[in-house]
């Protein structure tokens, strides 16, 4: 089985930052597509960030384009979101996620539906 924690969030004031950091084990880490995604109340899971099983590839939603950046360490079997110039609409649970389909090396998946591991979340509140 795949554990995935997360780790980073808390209280931040708008226009601040914040670093989230997955770690996963129980598999081979560097084999899987990793994303990142969030869900504010009331709202549906919303697709943030993904990054290819190698890291050469990522994609970003365009609602954090140029504000977020995700990276993994195969090393370290982490993968991070770095969160620049955060607005109070960010405030939301944010998870990682794993897909476990062994893919091409520079695939990178777009949708919550592709990724079958979840971790339980951590919460990132963005103050006015």
């Known amino acids: 089985q795949v554990q995935l924690v997360e780790s980073g969030g808390g209280l931040v004031q708008a226009g601040g930052s914040l670093r989230l950091s997955c770690a996963a084990s129980g598999r081979t880490f560097s084999n899987y597509p990793m994303g990142w995604f969030r869900q504010a109340p009331g709202k549906e899971r919303e697709f943030l960030a993904a990054?290819?099983?190698?890291?050469?590839?990522?994609y970003h939603a365009d609602s954090v384009k140029g504000r977020f950046t995700i990276s993994r360490d195969n090393a370290k079997n982490t993968v991070d979101l770095q969160m620049n110039s955060l607005k109070p609409e960010d405030t939301a649970v944010y998870y990682c996620?794993?897909?476990?389909?062994?893919?091409?090396?520079?695939?990178?998946?777009?949708?919550?539906?592709?990724?079958?591991?979840w971790g339980q979340g951590t919460q990132v509140t963005v103050s006015s």
């Open positions: 996620a794993l897909d476990r389909t062994l893919r091409a090396s520079d695939y990178v998946p777009a949708y919550a539906t592709e990724f079958d591991y």
């Open positions: 990054i290819s099983r190698s890291g050469g590839n990522t």
